[in-house]
């Protein structure tokens, strides 16, 4: 397995972790997978940045790494 792929795939799980734990916002039933992170939140842009978002971006990384990987052969 490259190790694009493998960093791709291991970026996926942590983010797709990151998500879930905060789906209860959502009114869905499942969440608080890791403790409390609120201590760990900042407010970058002027409004408090949450895990969940860490969780899209990385999910996001993990498609563009994927698909570059995909486009070299």
């Known amino acids: ?4 792929k493998a960093l791709a795939i291991i970026l996926i799980l942590i983010g ?8 209860w916002m959502f009114g869905l ?10 201590e760990f939140h900042i407010a970058p842009f002027g409004f408090q940045y949450h895990h969940w978002m860490t969780g899209i971006i990385l999910f996001i990384l993990a498609l563009v790494l994927l698909y570059t990987d995909a486009q070299k052969r």
């Open 1 to 4: 397995m490259p190790k694009r």
């Open 16 to 23: 797709v972790v990151f998500l879930v734990d905060e789906l």
């Open 29 to 38: 039933p499942i969440g608080h997978i890791l403790p409390d992170l609120s």
